[in-house]
Nanobody, 123 residues
Framework: QVQLVESGGGLVQPGGSLRLSCAAS????????IAWFRQAPGQEREFVAR???????DYEDSVKGRFTISRDNAKNTGYLQMNSLKAEDTAVYYC?????????????????WGQGTQVTVSS
């Protein structure tokens, strides 16, 4: 079993930056894949980025070049660095993890989820 807790969300101006953290506990040694999803009001949960020990990196096209996903295994923590933020990035951001090397961008392929953290981009 793995537990995830997101942090680092908040209010930023367009063009600003924010770094989200995903702290993992439990059987963290078994985690292969960490991913970030986001969900805006009235919309479905959307894939943002993924990092996997065995299957590498993946980014949604709209965030490519602006967002960077990373992980610090010694700290059992994943990160999402968000730069050049736009109003369209406003959403609740969720951390997800799985013991498998997940390739799919579907949310239902991930076994473990955090509670979400709000990111608001507005002037």
């Amino acid at each position: 079993q793995v537990q995830l807790v997101e942090s680092g969300g908040g209010l930023v101006q367009p063009g600003g930056s924010l770094r989200l953290s995903c702290a993992a506990s439990g059987r963290t040694f078994s985690v292969d894949t960490i991913a970030w999803f986001r969900q805006a009001p009235g919309q479905e949960r959307e894939f943002v980025a993924r990092i996997s020990r065995r299957s590498g990196l993946d980014y949604e096209d709209s965030v490519k070049g602006r967002f960077t996903i990373s992980r610090d295994n010694a700290k059992n923590t994943g990160y999402l660095q968000m730069n050049s933020l736009k109003a369209e990035d406003t959403a609740v951001y969720y951390c997800a993890a799985d013991t498998a090397a997940v390739i799919s961008r579907r949310a239902d392929r991930y076994d473990y989820w955090g509670q979400g953290t709000q990111v608001t981009v507005s002037s």
